[in-house]
């Protein structure tokens, strides 16, 4: 591994672990062994080698939902939803430290002034809702899902999803233990059933 991608692999966990501001040049330095000119050669200052620490979580993400995609088959537009679901809870739990430094208030932060950052946030969390609203629009095609605006209800759901994500990435409540209510309540709200509606 070069020390460039030793640099930003221990700052992710930094990262992730004690916030942005929490963390310093010298934190970095000592985990990595690397002195901070070394740090600097490859990084202009703290928040550009967060900068390239969320360029790499986007990265990471988007392929990982692109293969997702990819291989997956399911029989219905519901089915895809409940796979989506599934599979973020589990990549989450596979990346915690990825998960964690997105949970973190300090990336909304930079991006409030700085436009590299929110667009990177952007395109993290635009892969994501895709991912639902495919399902739900397949769904609502092929009448497992009903009539509902898509892009709303995908918001729903992720954020439902997320939000299960959220208590077991602060280690409050185990991921697992909430699936099969998760996967229910968001059968109740998709599911299509006469004189039920969607999100508006």
Sequence with gaps: ????????????????RNGFNETSMADLSVITGAARGTIFHHFKN???????????ARQTILSAFQTHKKRARYATGLEKVEGVITFYLN???????????????????????????????ESIYTCLLDMFEDGISTGISDGSIRPCAPRNTAMIIFAMAD????????????AGSLYGDLITACKKILANEQGSQCAP
């Design 1 to 16: 591994m070069s020390k460039r991608n030793a640099i930003l692999d221990a700052a992710t966990q930094l990262f992730s």
């Design 91 to 121: 990549f989450a739990g596979e990346r915690e430290d990825l998960f964690l430094l997105l949970h973190r208030h300090s990336p909304y932060q930079i991006a409030e002034t700085n436009s590299d950052c929110r667009s990177c946030l």
């Design 46 to 56: 703290k928040e550009d080698l967060f900068l390239n620490i969320l360029e790499n």
């Design 163 to 174: 939000g299960v994500t959220r208590l077991d990435t602060y280690h409050l409540y185990h």
